[in-house]
């Protein structure tokens, strides 16, 4: 497989999880308002709604200018995995188990591609 094939299946996934936290996001904001949980702060809550218009544009950055939306992809999924996990494992709200380490894992997997999408084309391994 070829850089830019791996490169474009990368830059896939992260544009897919992008879009199903713009889902999640949408779907709360639809259901239940911009109060996801009445027991978490504020703050929180106006986070949470942010993200329905803060994942959609890292998953264009991602398409289009893809330092700054990996710089944005990096800021929003690190800060929503710490918040999540304040939620629920400092508030104890109803967060679900599951969905924190799926992002956990998409946090790693964000991580450990923008090094590979960011390094030049002869510096990676068997080039």
Partial sequence: MSRSAIERTVIAVLVAGFAIGTTTHTLHLINVGWI?????PTWMN???TALTALDPLAAVLLIYRRPIGLALGAAIILSDVAINSYALYG????????????QTLFCGFLLGAAGILTRRHDDVIGH
Avoid: E, N, T
């Fill in 36 to 40: 996801v949980f009445d027991d978490a």
């Fill in 46 to 48: 106006v986070y949470w």
């Fill in 91 to 102: 508030l104890g709200l109803p967060f679900g188990f599951l969905s924190l380490q799926l």
